[in-house]
Nanobody, 128 residues
Framework: QVQLVESGGGSVQAGGSLRLSCAASGFTYNSYCMAWFRQAPGKKREGVATIGSDGSTLYADSVNGRFTISEDSTTNTLYLQMNALKPEDTAMYYC??????????????????????RGQGTQVTVSS
């Protein structure tokens, strides 16, 4: 059974940091690209960061330089280090395994709503 379980969300003041984790199981993790995306109430889904099955990474312009995606393939865990958080980063954050692609194609899949396996999300709230 495929499972993606996010954790690490919470409430933080602007300028603070959070580290999200996504524990994956039930599929061949190393063959898949992995993605973080977010969605706020009333807003479109936004791809945040992806890491390709080839190790490539890609970030949304809105988070580039502040967020870092990484993974531990020995434990099948995906991470998102979020620094210099802003109120506009407030959203539910999800991890997903869209397919067996590089980071750029992975982001395209997320934007198109092709999410593959996905978790239930973890809430991030940033106050000003």
């Amino acid at each position: 059974q495929v499972q993606l379980v996010e954790s690490g969300g919470g409430s933080v003041q602007a300028g603070g940091s959070l580290r999200l984790s996504c524990a994956a199981s039930g599929f061949t993790y190393n063959s898949y690209c992995m993605a973080w995306f977010r969605q706020a109430p009333g807003k479109k889904r936004e791809g945040v960061a992806t890491i390709g099955s080839d190790g490539s990474t890609l970030y949304a312009d809105s988070v580039n330089g502040r967020f870092t995606i990484s993974e531990d393939s020995t434990t099948n865990t995906l991470y998102l280090q979020m620094n210099a958080l802003k109120p506009e980063d407030t959203a539910m954050y999800y991890c997903a395994a869209p397919g067996r692609e590089n980071a750029r194609q992975c982001m395209s899949f997320v934007v198109a709503g092709v999410l593959g396996y996905r978790g239930q999300g973890t809430q991030v709230t940033v106050s000003s």
